[in-house]
């Protein structure tokens, strides 16, 4: 079983800075997952924010591109997002993911989500 644990999720003000963390633990070889960070706001369908893959490579949408970063850890099994400048249209449920296709299988997993809310 693998496990996924967001953390860092919280209430700040427009034009703060929140730090998430994102756990895994289990029969993981966390260096060889693409780690990913998505988002889901009320009433609206999940949507990326963030890759980081095996190599270090790294992918931010336009929406968050020079206000976030994603990062990873491969010793601590962790990877990060951290935000900057946030506005309240950044409101949602964030969520961590770890993904890695083996032809024919895909690995999958998801962690619970963290909130984050902007207020403004």
């Known amino acids: 079983q693998v496990q996924l644990v967001e953390s860092g999720g919280g209430l700040v003000q427009s034009g703060g800075s929140l730090r998430l963390a994102c756990a895994a633990s289990g029969s993981i070889f966390f260096s060889l997952y693409t780690m990913g960070w998505y988002r889901q706001a009320p009433g609206k369908q999940r949507e990326l924010v963030a890759v980081i893959t095996s190599g270090g490579r790294t992918i931010h949408v336009d929406s968050v591109k020079g206000r976030f970063t994603i990062s990873r850890d491969n010793a601590k099994n962790t990877t990060y997002l951290q935000m900057s400048s946030l506005k309240p249209e950044d409101t949602a449920v964030y969520f961590c993911?770890?993904?890695?296709?083996?032809?024919?299988?895909?690995?999958?997993?998801w962690g619970q989500g963290t909130q984050v809310t902007v207020s403004s």
């Open positions: 993911n770890a993904n890695r296709v083996v032809r024919p299988v895909e690995y999958d997993y």
